[in-house]
């Protein structure tokens, strides 16, 4: 039996009802076999690719989401031109080897009528969701819907998105999802760059700038891991090379505790570096970990 409507010379199952998930998930865990999810808004690269290697290493099935979230993007934010690449997406998928791809439509999603939301707690507060007012709640609602259709025993997130990271995780403990969030390691193109879906909106001269923001991380790290230098001194000579580097404004460059985001005051302490600055028209996000 078909389940949901496969492409034409894909290997891949593609389904775009809940239905369809459910169904194909119930028989895989029915016969003893274990499921990863990886959850992504596609245009997929070689950092999804990697989280997709690491789920099949780590269970029996993948199932990749690919969903663009509407509740995660503000009215002012770039929703309308996030990248959509799906046959390249399903393509890539066929080549690693992922089992399932659920691709819901925004209203199979959130039909009409949908109203119960996850609200995140203090990790979802400073940095990203200071300047991205509602992001995690948007996140986190549409995580646990996917959690809650999948029912995956691991789902796989990067490390370069580290605060939600450890929102999701905290979700899945306090709503006791019974899933295992694995944690990935950032890619990055060999100048440092993290690979991220909205690398491709950067203009020539402004890629050559972008490996400024891993640069001067790595530079702080060293330093801090040293105790060379405190905190405070280190974020304000950090947002002083991206600004002269080119960017057009630093919206975080903060220290913090790499499990609570508690703010670190002192070095020669475990610790995250996390940046967010913008270059032309896009937001670039990345962290580094102080040993
Ligand atoms: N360079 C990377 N290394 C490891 N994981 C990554 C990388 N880029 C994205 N991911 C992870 O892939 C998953 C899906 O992320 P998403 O589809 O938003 O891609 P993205 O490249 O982060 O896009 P954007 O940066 O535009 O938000 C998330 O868990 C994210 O952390
Ligand atoms: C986890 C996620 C797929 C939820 O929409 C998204 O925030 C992302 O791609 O990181
Ligand atoms: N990768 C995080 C999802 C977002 O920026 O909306």
Do not use: C
């Not at 507060?125 to 996140?139: I, K, L, S, W």
């Not at 995580?143 to 580290?162: I, N, Q, S, T, W």
């Not at 330093?223 to 405190?230: I, P, Q």
């Amino acid at each position: 039996m078909s389940i949901g409507s496969g492409i034409p010379g894909l290997g891949i199952e593609v389904a775009r009802v809940p239905e369809a998930v459910r169904r194909r998930v119930e028989a895989w865990r029915a016969a003893g076999e274990t499921v990863a999810l990886v959850p992504t808004m596609g245009a997929l690269h070689e950092g999804h690719r990697t989280l997709v290697r690491s789920a099949r290493a780590g269970a029996d099935r993948v199932v990749v989401s690919i969903f663009v979230n509407p509740r995660q993007f503000a009215p002012t934010e770039d929703f309308a031109t996030y990248p959509r690449t799906e046959n390249a997406d399903l393509e890539a998928l066929t080549e690693e080897g992922a089992d399932l791809a659920w691709v819901p439509a925004p209203d199979v999603v959130y039909p009409p009528g949908f109203e119960t939301t996850v609200k995140a707690g203090p990790l979802g507060q400073p940095m990203e969701g200071a300047h991205r007012p509602g992001f995690f709640d948007g996140v986190a609602t549409v995580v646990a819907k996917l959690f809650a259709l999948v029912r995956p025993h691991r789902a796989y997130f990067g490390e370069k998105d580290f605060q939600q990271l450890l929102v999701v995780s905290r979700m899945a403990l306090d709503l006791d999802l019974g899933v295992e969030v694995v944690p990935v390691p950032t890619v990055r193109e060999a100048d440092g760059l993290a690979l991220s879906s909205r690398n491709v909106h950067l203009s020539p001269e402004d890629r050559a700038v972008a490996p400024a923001l891993h640069r001067t991380m790595a530079r702080m790290a060293a330093r801090l891991a040293d105790g060379a230098s405190a905190p405070e001194a280190e974020i304000a000579w950090g947002r002083e090379r991206i600004l002269e580097a080119g960017f057009a404004g630093v919206d975080y460059l903060d220290i913090r505790d790499p499990r609570t985001l508690e703010p670190v005051t002192r070095a020669g302490v475990p610790a995250r570096i996390l940046v967010a600055a913008r270059l032309g028209t896009v937001r670039l996000i990345d962290n580094v970990s102080v040993a």
